[in-house]
């Protein structure tokens, strides 16, 4: 028999949510919430919301903008910065390039992700953020599984994953010396399907490419690409028209699209309670090495 | 198709136990074993993992290479820190803080059962109850980890023998006697076959419990937190300032012990006024009653100075409001305790600095024995410390409370965590 006093495990999820959150809101004095367009990110602003109610989110969203991007992510991000009255800040990739702080990768294979650490690391210190927080999840890959809630980083914004802090209980370290910055990862304890099952339960709304929509893709590596203009086919590839929807959204350089005709969110958890491949296998970031996501975290990546 | 239905997977509760051990003892075969028959291991991890055991010249493909995360723990074949995994069966969701069980990462065993509702401890059947079992289990009483289940592994190299398995189990209690363990399972199983992992073993017919996954799917965690005495230390304070909300003052934070209701008359830590519930709010709507571990909004109906770090009760079961403090302490960083050392501490919501005045003894984790003749406490040490605070805690036995009764020690100079205690000593050892 259940007690009364049980919680669901989704419950039970955002309250520890909540409580990180509220914690960054109290022991940092400048906290951005990193906002990727991304469901974890929607999910992760959806819980700021809720800890803070009927206040407002103390903290501005900051995008880190390839200027690769799915359009319909942008749509959401300003209409969701209109609705919340929340500020946004942009990092732009685009500038980083243009003021030669990083240089553009070349190739068919090129893409913006690893540019995106510089502007990142470039945002955090022009704004003087001292916390940021992301919506990495444990269960998303091997090098995550090994971070903290609260993740400090050193002056040059570099991660010592051997050298971690110990975290017990809900008791969280956030002390740190001039320069040095906290990323914050409220929802490491969810996985994909709890996200999925959350966005089910408090009907939150996404972009719509998530959702099943025909679009011009090609084939690389057996990962289905979307058509833009700035990507480059190889000679063996070709554009055909498939019924596709997005897993996870990154960058459209790296981000593999589904073949899939779910609909909605009930349709969209059944198809993941089915399938047999994680979300990141799509993620053509992510197949550089077998540290690629370790190497990267290392150097100030989300 | 998946045996997860849309609607069921909302109703199910979360258990995070932990799984100490090291490399011989089958503790990845196990893990691996788990996640693998609840299908909650992808292709292309398996994949992964497959090319990566052939790379290292593996015969069989090595699961450990799952939960070892990092460059560092691949090369060296070693597990450095606490990895979690994540699985769920039809009826619960799991949180697997998966530690390595060496004597020098009792740090990270220590993390990993800090959150833990259960926790799984590896016997081998060949072997019996060797100092291992003996160092976990002081760990899981000495977290009050409140579920206890000994794996009586390997059974497949014992004949699958009921006689070994009842001379363990006997072996086991008589130990765990000097121990606080709440509540012990025992299971026989072969990780590496599979017997009593997910399906009941054909060759155990003399068992009649229940396989891991059963007991892990049915154990009452609806009891883990303390329901008695209230205890919601304030989080951050909510004042939205706002022309719709222009007087609303609400006091953030998560229900730590007891049940808060609506109406409940409360006191306030430190000033000790007093005041009624109002209201507890939740995201646009308020709720009769918060319990722990609630992350709610409390109003007042009387406007008090309350900030963070003060925390709400009731005067019927108060907290200990003391600034000298016994607790025992597990060390957690290669610069040891200084006696008359200066640190910060974090308790609850609250933060003060302390200073060591004493160590009273150091335990050593293999034998339960109290080593009165060396004091010193470094890196992986477990003692009983005595510490006198800058201001007053409200604090709370740890076997009372694992909120309330748990710290942790900063090193001002780093910021390290550097110590964590937990209050009280009487819970661990009899006699202690």
Redesign the interface.
């Known amino acids: 028999m259940?007690?009364k006093?049980?919680?669901?495990?989704?419950?039970?999820?955002?309250?520890?949510s909540?409580?990180v959150i509220?914690?960054v809101?109290?022991q940092f004095e400048r906290p951005v919430l990193l906002f990727s367009g991304g469901k974890d990110s929607i999910v992760m602003t959806h819980l700021a919301?809720?800890?803070?109610?009927?206040?407002?989110l103390p903290f501005p969203l900051l995008h880190i903008d390839t200027g690769h991007n799915f359009e319909e992510t942008i749509v959401y991000r300003d209409n969701l910065v209109k609705k919340l009255g929340a500020q946004l800040i942009v990092g732009s990739v685009q500038e980083s390039i243009d003021t030669g702080r990083v240089i553009e990768e070349k190739g068919a294979t090129a893409s913006r992700n690893i540019l995106q650490t510089t502007t990142l690391l470039d945002t955090i210190e022009k704004y003087k953020f001292d916390a940021a927080m992301g919506g990495g999840r444990?269960?998303e890959?091997?090098?995550?599984?090994?971070e903290r809630f609260f993740s400090h980083r050193d002056e040059f914004g570099q991660w010592d994953?051997?050298n971690?802090?110990?975290?017990?209980?809900?008791?969280f370290?956030g002390?740190?010396?001039q320069g040095e910055h906290f990323r914050v990862f409220p929802i490491?304890?969810w996985?994909e399907?709890?996200v999925w099952?959350y966005i089910?339960?408090e009907e939150i709304e996404l972009p719509e490419i998530y959702f099943t929509h025909q679009r011009e893709v090609f084939n690389r590596d057996g990962v289905w690409l979307a058509k833009a203009p700035f990507m480059t086919l190889k000679d063996n590839e070709h554009y055909e028209t498939k019924t596709v929807r997005c897993r996870t959204i990154g960058d459209i350089s790296c981000t593999g699209l589904t073949l899939s005709a779910a609909n909605n969110i009930?349709e969209i958890?059944?198809e993941i309670?089915?399938?047999?491949?994680?979300e990141r296998?799509g993620r053509a970031d992510d197949m550089r090495s077998?540290?690629a996501m370790?190497?990267r975290k290392k150097e100030g990546y989300f | 198709?998946?045996e997860?239905s849309?609607k069921g997977?909302?109703?199910?509760?979360?258990l995070r136990f932990t799984t100490a051990g090291s490399v011989d003892d089958g503790k990845s075969t196990l893990i691996g074993r788990l996640l693998y028959d609840s299908?909650s291991i992808?292709?292309?991890?398996l994949e992964?993992v497959k090319r990566?055991s052939i790379r290292r010249g593996n015969e069989h493909i090595d699961l450990a290479l799952?939960?070892?995360?990092?460059?560092?723990e691949?090369e060296q074949g070693i597990t450095?820190?606490?990895?979690?995994?994540?699985f769920?069966t039809p009826k619960?969701?799991f949180?697997i803080a998966d530690t390595p069980g060496h004597i020098q990462y009792t740090?990270n065993m220590?993390?990993g059962a800090?959150?833990a509702n259960a926790a799984i401890i590896l016997i081998d059947a060949r072997n019996g109850v060797t100092e291992q079992t003996c160092r976990h289990s002081y760990i899981a009483s000495l977290l009050q980890i409140p579920h206890v289940i000994i794996c009586i592994n390997k059974m497949d190299l014992v004949e699958y023998s009921q006689q070994v398995y009842e001379r363990i189990r006997l072996e086991f209690s008589n130990f765990a006697n000097k121990l606080k363990l709440r509540e012990v399972t025992y299971v026989p199983i072969s990780a590496l076959h599979g017997d009593n992992v997910v399906d009941a073993s054909q060759n155990m017919p003399w068992y009649e419990g229940g396989t891991l996954r059963h007991v892990l799917e049915h154990i009452?965690?609806?009891?883990d937190?303390n329901?008695v005495d209230a205890r919601f230390p304030v989080?951050?304070v909510?004042?939205?300032l706002?022309d719709?909300?222009h007087d609303?003052r609400?006091y953030?934070?998560?229900v730590a012990g007891g049940?808060f209701c609506t109406g409940d008359k409360v006191i306030v830590l430190p000033s000790l006024l007093s005041s009624k519930i109002r209201s507890i709010?939740?995201?646009?709507g308020s709720l009769d009653e918060a319990?722990p571990?609630?992350?709610v909004?409390i109003t007042l109906e009387d406007d008090i100075d309350i900030s963070?770090g003060d925390m709400l009760v009731k005067e019927e079961n108060m907290p200990l409001i003391t600034q000298d403090i016994e607790v025992m302490m597990c060390w957690?960083n290669e610069k040891p305790l200084q006696i008359n050392g200066k640190y910060?501490v974090?308790?609850?919501?609250r933060d003060v600095r302390c200073i060591i005045q004493e160590v009273k003894y150091k335990v050593n984790v293999n034998t339960l024995e109290k080593i009165p003749d060396d004091l010193s406490v470094g890196l992986n040490d477990i003692a009983c410390v005595r510490l006198r605070t800058t201001k007053p805690l409200f604090v709370d036995p740890y076997n009372v409370n694992?909120?309330t009764g748990?710290?942790?020690i900063?090193d001002e100079a780093t910021?390290?965590?550097v110590g964590?205690g937990m209050v009280g000593t009487n819970h661990l050892l009899n006699g202690g």
Do not use: C
């Open positions: 259940k007690n006093f049980t919680l669901t495990h989704l419950e039970e999820l955002e309250y520890e909540i409580y509220r914690e809101a109290a919301v809720k800890a803070f109610w009927p206040g407002k444990r269960d890959e091997k090098a995550r599984a090994k994953p051997k971690q802090r110990p975290e017990l209980w809900n008791i370290n002390r740190k010396n490491s304890n996985t399907m709890d099952q089910m339960k009930e958890i059944d309670a089915a399938t047999r491949v994680t296998g077998e540290a370790e190497d | 198709m998946s997860f849309t997977y909302l109703d199910m509760e979360l299908k992808f292709e292309d991890q992964a990566a799952l939960t070892d995360g990092l460059r560092a691949r450095i820190d606490v990895a979690y995994r994540y769920a619960r969701k949180i740090r220590v993390t800090s959150t009452e965690i609806g009891n937190h329901l989080q951050h909510i004042r939205p706002s719709e909300f609303y609400g953030a934070g998560r049940v709010d939740i995201y646009k319990w571990p609630m992350s909004t963070r957690m910060a974090k308790h609850t919501t694992r909120r748990a710290l942790i900063i910021n390290n965590t964590v």
